[in-house]
């Protein structure tokens, strides 16, 4: 696959990545596997095209693009060196994977089509990213992006949030930064208007999930919710935090029939260039 992978220089002050284990997040992850399929399903595809997946995570979508396009190509980047060593046992002629940080893109009239699932509520300034993807595409080339939204996860940002101030632990979180951007629709429509896109179509969508068992629900926490608030603790106590992050969680979402309930409210974002 013939991309530019030559990188611009940034003066912007870095941004943070946390790292993920691509095995377990691929066991966790069938909530955004079906979320994904559904995105996917909503693109128009001539068999041609080169497309970009930010947040690739394992590459089960990206591998799922790729069928879709037999005479494009089909690259997945992201930041955890995790992810992409468990995507990379995905082998097709049309398919790659890069360790890139989709902070510092630097592509240029590349792509027809830059995807994303599930990913972008990680990254904190999306006036920087939908300025690069812009630049990225080539003329009337799309974004198709599904992420959380402003009320997304809200009993786990609750547990998390109350376990950050106790008194064992909030020291560790003294220069902490909540790790996601989870706009609402009207601000995601003011913060994209300023770049240029000729079309723009954000829907808001609801998707508020049972766990069918506790086994999900801890899966899920363990990857990748609880892994950027765990990173601050120390070894000694990184254990303990995790099981009362958990018995919390499964006391307040656990329903009368044992299944888990938590609140996934994403934004759907298109827009053409």
């Excluded at 284990?21 to 095209?49: P, R, V």
């Excluded at 989870?182 to 723009?200: A, C, Q, R, T």
Aim: glycine share 6%; hydrophobic share 35%; net charge negative.
């Amino acid at each position: 696959m013939q991309v530019n992978r030559e990188r611009k220089k940034h003066t912007v002050k870095p941004m943070k990545t946390y790292e993920f284990d691509g095995k377990k997040y691929k066991a966790a992850s069938f909530h955004q596997k079906e979320w994904g399929k559904n995105l996917i399903s909503k693109i128009a595809l001539q068999g041609n095209e080169t497309i970009l997946d930010l947040g690739c995570g394992d590459g089960c979508l990206t591998e799922e693009l790729s069928l879709l396009v037999p005479h494009g190509n089909v690259l997945g980047i992201d930041a955890s060196i995790g992810m992409i060593q468990t995507a990379r046992e995905i082998c097709r002629d049309n398919l790659d994977f890069i360790h890139m940080d989709m902070n510092n893109l630097s592509f240029s009239n590349e792509f027809h089509i830059i995807f994303s699932n599930a990913a972008l509520h990680w990254v904190k300034d999306h006036t920087r990213l939908l300025q690069s993807c812009y630049t990225a595409l080539k003329e009337r080339g799309i974004l198709l992006w599904d992420f959380g939204s402003k009320g997304n996860c809200a009993n786990f940002l609750e547990v998390i949030q109350k376990k950050m101030g106790d008194d064992r632990y909030i020291g560790f979180f003294k220069d902490f930064e909540m790790p996601w951007f989870m706009p609402s629709k009207n601000h995601y429509e003011e913060l994209i208007s300023s770049i240029g896109f000729s079309d723009v179509s954000i829907t808001e969508i609801n998707r508020d999930r049972y766990f069918s068992t506790y086994e999900d629900m801890i899966k899920w926490i363990d990857q990748p919710c609880i892994v950027p608030f765990i990173e601050c603790i120390p070894d000694t106590l990184k254990s303990t935090f995790r099981k009362e992050v958990i018995e919390e969680m499964l006391e307040k979402t656990r329903q009368s029939d044992g299944t888990c309930f938590e609140t996934f409210r994403r934004l759907q974002v298109y827009a053409q260039k």
